[in-house]
């Protein structure tokens, strides 16, 4: 009888055993050449220098190649903790909300015209007659606040035909959306993200320890820094963080990654936080149907919150009153037509409400500070690649 000392993968560990074998059975064989071993697919970076140091050269796998070959990409541990990460926000985001009184809904995917403004949308036929893949639940989200639903949330897949090729774009991505009346200001959904947001942080650190552990391994990362009452700014104080700090930029314009990215080094030396919420935004950089402000319209009632420096909500106050959304619409270039549904379901009486959306796979990609959204998408789909 033979003794075998062999290592065995159980979820994300590996032990080491030692078995007595009296038969072996193959149920499955794999072919000779594999396109990449999967140790060299689990090395860390401090792997690969302490290699270079010693001399010795060490196999990378390209994201490419681990990408054309995903079903064997996601056998390393760290990927296999990645995905049980993503489900852990997804869960949560979803149970927090249902335990606030939102009311899960489903939207279509398949829309007459645009939800975001501008051309950024995959067109098809639908028999007949041209139709998108919905940008985002937006309109319908409105739409079930004004058909008597006080708080919704859906959680399903957004299409943006931007032609991004960037570390945080992706052209399907998992959207997580809520909606919400208001009783006096849009605030109120400001407070509920923070809320949303400081329990998602808690549970993954209390709860999803090994797996968090296991990504640190390969993808090493400082604990995300987060306060218990989320830190609002207005727009007009970033802007002045960073102009104090050095950098040019236009005060009404919009931020680009370089300027996000600085804020947020500036907002976690002054206030020691991570996660922040930015309001007050300018008009002009937002979607139609945005509130502007009452007391300068230049300005609207809108939101981002941002993680390490980068974007992951956008959220406002929405217009709701029919005449001004059209007059809206029709300034960013909107055939109304297409969204004569949305618009008329504001002129049956509408109540004050604000909303938020949040890209799924940049939340994980950014609480554990990994350097492309790629790796967080089990089969990611982005300008250049459609497959597997």
Do not use: W
């Amino acid at each position: 009888m033979n003794v075998y000392c062999i290592h065995v993968v159980t979820g994300m560990q590996c032990l080491q055993v030692e078995i007595q074998v009296r038969k072996i059975y193959c149920i499955s064989r794999a072919i000779p050449t594999l396109p990449f071993s999967l140790e060299d697919a689990a090395r860390s970076e401090a792997e690969f220098e302490k290699a270079e140091q010693a001399g010795e050269m060490l196999v990378r796998v390209g994201q490419d190649t681990r990408l054309n070959h995903r079903c064997l990409d996601l056998r390393t541990a760290a990927n296999q903790a990645i995905i049980r990460i993503k489900g852990q926000v997804k869960h949560k985001f979803g149970d927090f909300l249902l335990s606030k009184d939102f009311v899960e809904i489903e939207t279509p995917k398949l829309t007459a015209g645009s939800t975001e403004g501008g051309a950024a949308v995959f067109k098809l036929q639908y028999y007949g007659q041209p139709a998108c893949l919905a940008q985002s639940p937006q309109l319908y989200k409105q739409i079930s606040i004004n058909g008597g639903f006080g708080r919704v949330v859906e959680v399903g897949p957004v299409y943006r035909a931007e032609n991004s090729n960037t570390h945080r774009h992706l052209s399907e991505f998992i959207g997580l959306d809520a909606e919400m009346e208001i009783m006096e200001h849009y605030f109120e959904v400001c407070d509920i993200v923070g809320e949303l947001f400081v329990s998602i942080f808690k549970h993954l650190t209390e709860n999803c320890k090994k797996e968090l552990e296991t990504i640190n391994r390969q993808y090493p990362f400082e604990p995300l820094k987060y306060l218990e009452q989320t830190l609002k700014l207005t727009y007009e104080e970033g802007i002045q963080m960073l102009k104090e700090a050095g950098t040019e930029i236009e005060p009404m314009g919009d931020l680009n990654t370089e300027a996000e990215k600085k804020l947020g080094r500036l907002v976690k030396e002054k206030y020691g936080t991570d996660f922040f919420i930015l309001y007050r935004y300018p008009s002009a950089v937002r979607p139609f149907y945005t509130m502007p402000c009452c007391e300068n319209p230049a300005y609207s009632n809108s939101f981002d919150a941002f993680i390490r420096g980068e974007e992951i909500i956008s959220g406002a106050q929405r217009i709701h009153m029919p005449e001004l959304l059209t007059k809206r619409a029709a300034e960013c270039g909107i055939d109304t037509s297409t969204i004569s549904a949305y618009v008329n379901s504001f002129c049956y009486g509408a109540p004050p409400h604000a909303g938020f959306g949040v890209g799924l796979e940049r939340v994980v990609m950014l609480f554990c500070a990994l350097n492309n959204i790629r790796k967080t998408s089990m089969f990611p789909r982005d300008p250049q690649r459609l497959t597997p």
